[in-house]
């Protein structure tokens, strides 16, 4: 008779077989993992990762009358896992051993100097007890393979890094959902049914034809781009663009695509990923909207979700991305295709035969655009990822080299472009008229404040936070701020203010950092920016005579503000910008002019893999495997939030309420995503300025702003020179 084993053990004293779990979980990471066609390998170290758990040590642990000194102590108990693959399958092994001994820590760097004892080849080198004290009740059929595994590792040397975060997300989602089912039933059935595409297809045509009849030549364009993109959708082709001058509805022609083609090709799911949360909160609304009727098609997953459209089933999908339509960010989707974390990568296998769409694509970081676009094409060959760049701006993503010898970008060759003519499309949606200010003749502050306030209604864009403030104060009263030291929901009511005001006929004037221009969905007649790249003076003129209605053109006038923009990004934008303006073209936002725009812009860059991410994860046969997840997934950051701090502003009477809540009742995740809306991020040196000041107030590890220091309209101030507007950048 065998002897019963334990896996875990619930509340109630109720016990689950540890064989009976490891071969559930096994089954069911080598399903998920057979749709790359790597079932054999999620198999093998889905059931040896908790070998561990037959120690006699962890068995007292885990026991139903094992003391709380027992319980509370440590048992390592995925080395031995690890051990015994590497002892099975030589170095085959050692590729599972990555997957198996980092399935609660997370995926290990091999050997690099700050991993320590936590790094693999330590790991694998360690007593071999661990796995003899397992291996002595261990169930045969747990240790026995019934096959070796021979399928290929997919994407070569460069593609191993993916090909095994893949394999461990197969295991990782396997071990929770096989976990979850026992130790709590209730929780596994919340989790969302299957819901049809062929029904999402048909809600999304019926939602279409009140378009159908809408007379305007705006309209018939967007007709017409939505025919393109479902002829597009039949070609079997993984790489396309959509190129289409903002205001021809590229957010519905592109979700159309992406559902015709899913429909066509048999895709699992849709991946709209997009840059900003200003632009995702409200896609996600129109997404929701449509497909109201079919609960649980669509996942919002990112940081400024509203807490109330938060379900305990969303929650749960957030987990692992099992629903048919996921509203993300492109810092979410691409931070966790270089995560080493469990919870980061446990939705990886959920990706594949998927149709992403990369909302605003010239918004890739460019220092990052080597292993960025290096996982596109990964994705697209080897494991059936359809992928779709949508922007008004398309850049140039081809490869490409310049004269710096770390500067070689791989690029992404044969997209194909859904819009047969995007020339003949700009001219015919053409609805502006561009000016561009002398370079070399900078206004100051208040002779473009003079100039912009004898417009009635205008909206006018600047590069920084401090632009915005200082431009701002000398608007006529009544104008309207917009910026990030708003928090999230003082800059949602804004614009639904300024939604509402440019209705009326009252004067209405905006001033802006640039979180309006992508996606914000308002439009002027005059639009002023300043001197930005081409890509954002696009973005900008997205936001003038957006439907057309102005018998002329709108006016879009860029100015050359006091000072240049800040050194990085947008200084690269302003550069590029400035070098075109020696020998201008004759429309600027022609799709020609930008890319002329792009391979300037792109030329100032010295590297396009600034942290050496694809060298530390290529592995040749000298480096012995050697693969540095861990500080990979350190280096991958789309968003550098290291110098930063968040604080909690009290900006109306829920955040008052919220604060009430955190000081009786303390930290829980529900109130901390309700308390992330009235978050604003400020530079480490700013937010210490004010904690050595007494501005901050610490209740429970949260840091809250004195009320007097958030203005109802500039968001976050300050009273002396401690922090200036002057080094408040955007």
């Known amino acids: 008779m065998r002897l019963r084993l334990i896996a875990h053990t619930d509340e109630q004293g109720n016990t689950h077989d540890l064989a009976e779990h490891l071969q559930k979980s096994a089954a069911m990471a080598a399903h998920f993992a057979s749709l790359f066609q790597s079932d054999e390998w999620a198999y093998a170290a889905t059931l040896w990762?908790?070998?561990?758990?037959?120690?006699?040590?962890?068995?007292?642990?885990?026991?139903?009358?094992?003391?709380?000194?027992?319980?509370?102590?440590?048992?390592?108990?995925?080395?031995?896992?690890?051990?015994?693959?590497?002892?099975?399958?030589?170095?085959?092994?050692?590729?599972?051993?990555?997957?198996?001994?980092?399935?609660?820590?997370?995926?290990?760097?091999?050997?690099?100097?700050?991993?320590?004892?936590?790094?693999?080849?330590?790991?694998?080198?360690?007593?071999?007890?661990?796995?003899?004290?397992?291996?002595?009740?261990?169930?045969?059929?747990?240790?026995?393979?019934?096959?070796?595994?021979?399928?290929?590792?997919?994407?070569?040397?460069?593609?191993?890094?993916?090909?095994?975060?893949?394999?461990?997300?197969?295991?990782?989602?396997?071990?929770?959902?096989?976990?979850?089912?026992?130790?709590?039933?209730?929780?596994s059935q919340t989790r969302s049914a299957a819901v049809e595409r062929s029904a999402m297809l048909e809600v999304f045509e019926r939602h279409m034809q009140q378009f159908a009849q809408k007379e305007g030549v705006i309209n018939q364009l967007r007709r017409e781009i939505l025919s393109e993109c479902q002829s597009a959708a039949k070609l079997n082709k993984r790489l396309f663009s959509l190129t289409v001058p903002t205001g021809g509805g590229k957010t519905l022609s592109s979700l159309a695509f992406a559902l015709y083609h899913a429909q066509h090709f048999d895709k699992r799911r849709i991946i709209y990923a997009i840059p900003y949360t200003s632009i995702i909160e409200q896609t996600g609304t129109i997404f929701s909207q449509i497909f109201e009727?079919?609960?649980?098609?669509?996942?919002?997953?990112?940081?400024?979700?509203?807490?109330?459209?938060?379900?305990?089933?969303?929650?749960?999908?957030?987990?692992?991305?099992?629903?048919?339509?996921?509203?993300?960010?492109?810092?979410?989707?691409f931070e966790s295709l270089f995560a080493a974390k469990s919870s980061q990568c446990r939705k990886l296998h959920n990706i594949v035969n998927s149709v992403i769409i990369l909302d605003e694509a010239q918004l890739l970081p460019p220092e990052l655009l080597g292993p960025i676009l290096q996982s596109i094409r990964l994705l697209s060959t080897h494991y059936g990822v359809t992928v779709l760049l949508c922007t008004a701006t398309q850049p140039e993503l081809g490869s490409r080299s310049n004269s710096h010898p770390n500067g070689k970008l791989v690029g992404l060759d044969e997209v194909h472009e859904v819009i047969s003519n995007p020339k003949v499309l700009y001219d015919q949606l053409k609805r502006v008229e561009v000016s561009i200010d002398d370079p070399k003749s900078p206004k100051s502050w208040e002779e473009i404040a003079q100039e912009i306030s004898a417009h009635p209604k205008v909206l006018a864009i600047v590069?920084?936070?401090?632009?915005?403030?200082?431009?701002?104060?000398?608007?006529?009263?009544?104008?309207?701020?917009?910026?990030?030291?708003?928090?999230?929901?003082?800059?949602?009511?804004?614009?639904?203010?300024?939604?509402?005001?440019?209705?009326?006929?009252?004067?209405?004037?905006?001033?802006?950092?640039?979180?309006?221009?992508?996606?914000?969905?308002?439009?002027?007649?005059?639009?002023?920016?300043?001197?930005?790249?081409?890509?954002?003076?696009?973005?900008?003129?997205?936001?003038?005579n957006r439907e057309g209605r102005l018998k002329s053109f709108g006016n879009v006038k860029v100015f050359i503000p006091p000072k240049p923009a800040p050194s990085g990004l947008l200084r690269f934008g302003e550069q590029a910008m400035k070098s075109m303006m020696v020998n201008p073209p004759d429309e600027w936002l022609d799709p020609s002019s930008f890319a002329r725009y792009f391979d300037t812009y792109y030329a100032q860059m010295h590297n396009f893999d600034k942290q050496a991410i694809i060298k530390n994860m290529l592995t040749p046969d000298q480096r012995h495997l050697a693969l540095q997840f861990r500080s990979a997934?350190?280096?991958?950051?789309?968003?550098?939030?290291?110098?930063?701090?968040?604080?909690?502003?009290?900006?109306?009477?829920?955040?008052?309420?919220?604060?009430?809540?955190?000081?009786?009742?303390?930290?829980?995740?529900?109130?901390?995503?309700?308390?992330?809306?009235?978050?604003?991020?400020?530079?480490?040196?700013?937010?210490e300025a004010l904690q050595k000041r007494g501005d901050l107030e610490e209740i429970e590890g949260v840091f809250v702003l004195r009320p007097t220091l958030y203005d109802k309209a500039l968001g976050v101030v300050v009273a002396d020179s401690a922090i200036t507007p002057e080094s408040l950048w955007c």
């Open 463 to 544: 590069n920084t936070r401090a632009d915005a403030s200082t431009l701002f104060r000398l608007m006529p009263k009544g104008s309207i701020h917009l910026s990030a030291l708003m928090c999230p929901q003082h800059r949602s009511d804004t614009i639904a203010l300024i939604k509402e005001r440019l209705q009326s006929d009252e004067p209405i004037r905006v001033v802006s950092t640039q979180l309006i221009e992508a996606g914000v969905d308002i439009d002027f007649p005059v639009v002023y920016r300043a001197l930005a790249g081409l890509d954002s003076i696009a973005q900008a003129a997205g936001r003038c």
């Open 293 to 333: 009727s079919l609960e649980g098609s669509v996942l919002e997953h990112h940081s400024n979700l509203d807490p109330s459209k938060e379900t305990p089933q969303s929650r749960l999908v957030c987990e692992n991305w099992d629903a048919p339509l996921i509203v993300t960010t492109t810092v979410q989707l």
């Open 49 to 187: 990762y908790d070998l561990g758990k037959y120690s006699d040590a962890f068995q007292a642990k885990i026991a139903p009358d094992a003391h709380i000194e027992e319980r509370n102590g440590r048992v390592n108990h995925s080395s031995a896992g690890a051990l015994y693959a590497l002892k099975q399958l030589g170095d085959s092994g050692k590729l599972l051993a990555y997957l198996i001994a980092g399935h609660h820590a997370g995926l290990s760097d091999f050997d690099s100097a700050d991993a320590g004892a936590a790094s693999l080849h330590v790991r694998l080198q360690n007593d071999t007890s661990y796995l003899d004290d397992a291996l002595k009740n261990a169930d045969t059929s747990v240790i026995a393979l019934s096959k070796t595994p021979s399928q290929k590792p997919l994407g070569g040397a460069e593609g191993l890094h993916l090909w095994l975060r893949m394999l461990y997300s197969c295991l990782v989602d396997a071990d929770f959902l096989d976990t979850e089912a026992f130790m709590d039933s209730k929780r």
């Open 633 to 687: 997934a350190q280096a991958f950051k789309m968003i550098d939030d290291g110098g930063s701090q968040s604080i909690i502003v009290r900006y109306d009477d829920t955040a008052e309420s919220l604060l009430d809540r955190l000081r009786f009742a303390g930290v829980s995740r529900d109130l901390m995503r309700r308390l992330g809306r009235y978050s604003v991020s400020l530079a480490r040196y700013h937010f």
